[in-house]
Structure formats: structure tokens, C-alpha cells
């Protein structure tokens, strides 16, 4: 089936229109009509190479929203009408011990992007949710909660899974103390999470202007981070902390935030190394940690858990045609908080 969608189609090129074939339904593939499709800085940074090699023309796009189109014949758990949701991965080796223990978004063979990957078969490359359909196999599909606007759920896929996967990991709930690092994209559905999941938040940000968001959000404080005294009068109050910054930041300060067994976790992708004195670790026992996404039972836990609370990111609609000037905004930090694709408009 033709499928319309933006591309990538060379090095430094802008996206641009285009159609391709989609790969015919499998017994056990779901296609989606897309509704909604979000703009993840992930998308930037691989469309730009800057993460090093894209198969062109590449399609992105891994916050993906829309309703079931046709199912194939070994599909059990969707129906056709169906409101359904995909994320960062589409495929994993489904052998390997995480597979089998259920985080298949650690695969040791690494997990099959939901684009710019080759696909587990070899045939093509995998193509991503700036399109009006995708074909997906059905383990790698989650079902949206009723209620839930669609436009709004679409960051929940990779935003916001990123932030309530380690909330959940690290144990934040009633008296945990949560800071999040940064208000963007990732950390305003930190801060909806954290709230909900009934944990007491802080928001540190190094901007003044984004305090009444914050607040507006459900944190309980915010700290501007310029104002070096934050880090003296608030030192070891802090259980959980989750950098969202993807500038580099002096992670000595923040830790000096930890209490005792205080956990920093990375989500934020800094380019630059981050210079860690030893004793900002030993003393408390504090401990840095990373987390990426996860996996798909954790994914449709999330959605549900959004539905019950109705969690939903802040999201800017936009219409294709503006896409690659939405990408020069997320670039200048200048959205709030998550440009969304009308799919209709591809
Ligand atoms: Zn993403
Ligand atoms: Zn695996």
C-alpha cells in the first residue's frame, strides 16, 4: 500500500514530501492509519546526521498515534478501529535473556528502531510515523485508553515513557523526594508523572520563565538553578533526581542535591562527557544511573496509567508543511512542550 509521508532524502537536505510502498501485512502485523505523529529531538538529531549514518530517504518519527486499518490473520489482542500507539522500537531479536525476561528495550542484539534500522529480515529499512501508515507487528503495539486526546498521548510514547520508566525503577511515590531536571519536552512529563505517581516535586531549571508552568504542572517547588544558593540550602534533601538537559551540565552540583543512597539518573543525551569528582559520589553513597525508554509492557502500564489520571503532554498541533521549521524551534528550545504532526496534512 502507497503511504504518503515527509522525508529526509539526502545528507543535509530538509524534509521534504514523499511516498513509498509499505510492506504488505503479516500474519501477525497491525497497520495503523496515523492520526498523530510527535517531534522528538531524536528525530533532529538522526535526520541531521548527527548520530552518524541514515539510510535514505528516511522517514522519522516514533511518537505515533492512530487507529488499526487491517490486521493480519495470527492478530489476537486488535481489532480494526482500534486506537493504538508506537514508540521508539518495532522489533527486538526476541531470544536474547532481556528479550525473554521482558525488556526487550535493552535487546542484546540491540532493538530495531522504529526508523532508519534495518529490519530483522533484511529486507529494507524501517520507516517511521511522519507518514499516514505504518505497518507494525502486533507485540510491539500498545492500545490507548479511551479518553485520552490523541494529539496529547502522542509524546507519552517516547517523552513519556523516557521520564516514568526511571519514577518507576527508582521508586517515586509518596514521601520520595523528586527533582527534575530541566522543564522541556522530557521533564514536563516528568513532573505530570512524579505528581501523580503521589511523589513530592521539585523542578530545577536553570529559567526563570518556566516556574509558573511549572507549577501550573502539579510541582510542588521550583528552583532556578542560576542562583548558586539553591545548591547550598537544598543539599541532601533530594531521593531521586532525572537530568532532561541535553547541554552539559556540572553534575557535581546536582549531586551534592542526593541524600543518602540518592540516585541521579541520566535521560537527557549531553554530546559532551560529564567530568564526576569521586567524592560527590562517595560521600551520601549516591549513584548515577541511565534508563532508556522501555520496554512495551511498561509502555501499555504507562498509557494506562495516564488514562486513569488523564496525563497528557502539552502539545503544539502543527500541519506538515511547518515540520522543518517545528525542528528549528525544538533546536532553539522554542516549544512548549511537544510539536505534534496532524497526519492528516502529510
Ligand atoms: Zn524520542
Ligand atoms: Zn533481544
Request: glycine fraction near 12%; proline fraction near 4%; charged fraction near 20%.
Amino acid at each position: 500500500m502507497e503511504t504518503r509521508a515527509y522525508a529526509v532524502m539526502a545528507e543535509k537536505a530538509e524534509l521534504q514530501p514523499w511516498s513509498f510502498d509499505l510492506r504488505s501485512v503479516g500474519s501477525h502485523d497491525v497497520q495503523i492509519a496515523i492520526e498523530f505523529s510527535g517531534v522528538c529531538h531524536s528525530d533532529i538529531h538522526t535526520g541531521r546526521s548527527e548520530w552518524g549514518d541514515v539510510h535514505f530517504p528516511c522517514v522519522p518519527g516514533h511518537e505515533i498515534v492512530g487507529r488499526v486499518s487491517e490486521v493480519g490473520a495470527g492478530v489476537t489482542t486488535f481489532t480494526v478501529g482500534q486506537r493504538v500507539g508506537v514508540g521508539v522500537y518495532v522489533d527486538s531479536c526476541r531470544t536474547c535473556a532481556n528479550c525473554l525476561s521482558g525488556m526487550s528495550n535493552y535487546c542484546l542484539e540491540g532493538m530495531t528502531g522504529t526508523y532508519n534500522t534495518p529490519e530483522r529480515d533484511g529486507k529494507g529499512v524501517t520507516q517511521g510515523g511522519y507518514a499516514t501508515s505504518i505497518v507494525v507487528n502486533q507485540g510491539y503495539v500498545v492500545s490507548i485508553p479511551d479518553g485520552l486526546d490523541p494529539a496529547g498521548t502522542a509524546p507519552l510514547l517516547c517523552a513519556g515513557i523516557t521520564l516514568y520508566s526511571p519514577l518507576k525503577e527508582w521508586g517515586a511515590g509518596p514521601g520520595v523526594k523528586v527533582g527534575i531536571i530541566g522543564l522541556g519536552g522530557l521533564g514536563h512529563m516528568g513532573v505530570k508523572f512524579a505528581k501523580a505517581l503521589g511523589a513530592h516535586v521539585t523542578v530545577l531549571s536553570h529559567s526563570a520563565s518556566k516556574k509558573d508552568d511549572a507549577l501550573a504542572m502539579g510541582a510542588d517547588e521550583f528552583l532556578l538553578t542560576s542562583d548558586e544558593s539553591v545548591f547550598v540550602d537544598h543539599a541532601k534533601k533530594f531521593d531521586l533526581l532525572i537530568n532532561t538537559v541535553s547541554a552539559p551540565l556540572d553534575l557535581n552540583l546536582y549531586l551534592e542535591l542526593l541524600g543518602l543512597d540518592g540516585t541521579l539518573v541520566m535521560v537527557g543525551l549531553s554530546p559532551e562527557p560529564y567530568p564526576i569528582k569521586a567524592f560527590s559520589m562517595l560521600a551520601q553513597r549516591r549513584r548515577i544511573a541511565g534508563s532508556m525508554i522501555g520496554p512495551v509492557s511498561q509502555l501499555q502500564e504507562m498509557l494506562n496509567f495516564a488514562g486513569e489520571h488523564n496525563i497528557l503532554s502539552d502539545v503544539e498541533v502543527i500541519d506538515a508543511s511547518y515540520v522543518n521549521t517545528s525542528w528549528d524551534r525544538v533546536v532553539a528550545s522554542d516549544v512548549r512542550y511537544r510539536f505534534v504532526i496532524d497526519a492528516s496534512t502529510f
